[in-house]
DNA sequence: CTGTAGACTCAGGTCGACT
DNA sequence: TAGTCGACCTGAGTCTACA
C-alpha cells in the first residue's frame, strides 16, 4: 500500500470517527475541500505543514496520524 | 517556531547522531543533497513520503520525527 | 455531501557548478 | 563536508463548476 493511500484511508476514518464533513474539515485545516477528497482517495500526498493542520482539527498529534498511516502500510506491504 | 525550522532541527540532531553527512543521507534516502541541506535550515518543508524516505534512513518509525518535531515547536510557540 | 475535471500558482525536489 | 545559486520540472494546494 502506497503512502497516499494510506494516509487517505487513515484521514477518512478518523474524519468519520468526529462527524465531519471534507467540508467543514477542509474550512476548519484551511484547505480546499476538494484537495480533501483527493487526499482520502489517495489521489494526492500531505506536506508536512498540512499533516500538522489536518490532525489539529482532528484533535490528534501529527505523530499518531503519521503512526496510523505506518501501520496501515505495514498490514499489506 | 515554524514546522519548517523544527522539522529541519530534529532533521540534524538526528542525521549527525548517527554520523551521516547530508550527502550519504540524500544518497540513501534517494534525495537530493542540497535539498536535505534546505531542509535541515528549515528553507523547505518535505511531503509525507520525504518524511517516511528520511526516517526509514535514519532508523526511526516517521511517527517518532514527527514527534520530536511537534515537540520542538511546542517548546517556543 | 462527495467525486471529478480543468486551469492555475507556488513550493517540493533535482541537477550542475562553484565556494 | 556543507552552503548557495540558477534553471528546471513535477506535484501540492486553490478555485470554479458540474454530476
Redesign the interface.
Known amino acids: 500500500m502506497r503512502?497516499?493511500e494510506a494516509?487517505g484511508k487513515v484521514l477518512r476514518e478518523l474524519r468519520r470517527k468526529r462527524g465531519l464533513s471534507q467540508e467543514k474539515l477542509a474550512l476548519e485545516a484551511d484547505l480546499d475541500r476538494t484537495f480533501i477528497s483527493l487526499l482520502e482517495r489517495g489521489l494526492r500526498?500531505?506536506?508536512?505543514?498540512t499533516?500538522?493542520e489536518i490532525s489539529k482539527i482532528l484533535g490528534v498529534?501529527?505523530?499518531?496520524l503519521?503512526?496510523l498511516?505506518?501501520a496501515e502500510m505495514k498490514k499489506a506491504p
Do not use: D, K
Not at 500526498?45 to 505543514?49: G, I
Not at 498529534?61 to 499518531?64: G, M, V
Open positions: 503512502p497516499e494516509f500526498q500531505p506536506s508536512f505543514s499533516i500538522l498529534p501529527a505523530a499518531h503519521v503512526e498511516a505506518e
